[in-house]
């Protein structure tokens, strides 16, 4: 068995859902149409990306004729042009089945030479910024309601009694609803316990 046989064994191995050959199991799903649209969307970036190094190449190549550009290699040029201009409408083709966006920001960022990491990290630290300010908003109304409840607690005993009982009922109904239509993995839900 030659290498390219030996490196097929395990990778079909590996596919059938058994253990692969590191030792890990892989998992079986039957939902290939997820599968399926995520390896094509693979393929068709892996496609794009491999266009574009082949258009470098050629750029490359392109440049080397130009800088020692004789009569004797003019024909040589105008083949690298012919393929130059191949690979770009190969690419623009190819480009068509990939659908990534990606945000103008990070496009102005590249043109002034910056690093487009650093409009991901004024993202997060935005969203940082704007999950602080949440929080402190729902701290201030929580502790709004607890001293709400315990005001009216000790103004209406037996309102503020009823109202948790009416609380705590719908609190478990809508756990056994949870439960029903299996809104979490293993079937638990947070309750949050009145005061």
Do not use: W
Not at 62 to 88: C, D, G, H, I, K
Not at 126 to 135: D, G, P, V, Y
């Amino acid at each position: 068995m030659d290498s390219s046989q030996s490196a097929a064994a395990p990778l079909a191995a590996g596919m059938t859902g058994g253990s692969g050959g590191n030792g890990m199991l892989i998992p079986q799903t039957n939902d290939t149409s997820t599968v399926t649209t995520a390896d094509d969307s693979k393929q068709n970036l892996n496609q794009v990306i491999n266009s574009i190094q082949k258009t470098l190449g050629l750029l490359h190549q392109l440049y080397l004729t130009v800088s020692s550009f004789n009569t004797a290699s003019q024909l040589p040029l105008l083949q690298r042009l012919n393929t130059l201009v191949m690979e770009l409408d190969n690419m623009v083709k190819l480009s068509e089945k990939c659908n990534i966006q990606v945000p103008m920001e990070v496009l102005n960022l590249i043109d002034d030479g910056k690093n487009p990491d650093e409009f991901t990290r004024d993202v997060l630290n935005s969203c940082i910024a704007k999950n602080q300010i949440t929080k402190g908003k729902t701290d201030a109304f929580k502790s709004l309601r607890k001293h709400l409840l315990e005001e009216l607690e000790q103004t209406f005993p037996d309102d503020v009694e009823s109202y948790r009982e009416i609380r705590a009922a719908s609190a478990a109904e809508m756990k056994l609803l949870a439960q029903a239509q299996s809104a979490l993995p293993n079937g638990d839900v947070k309750v949050k316990t009145e005061l």
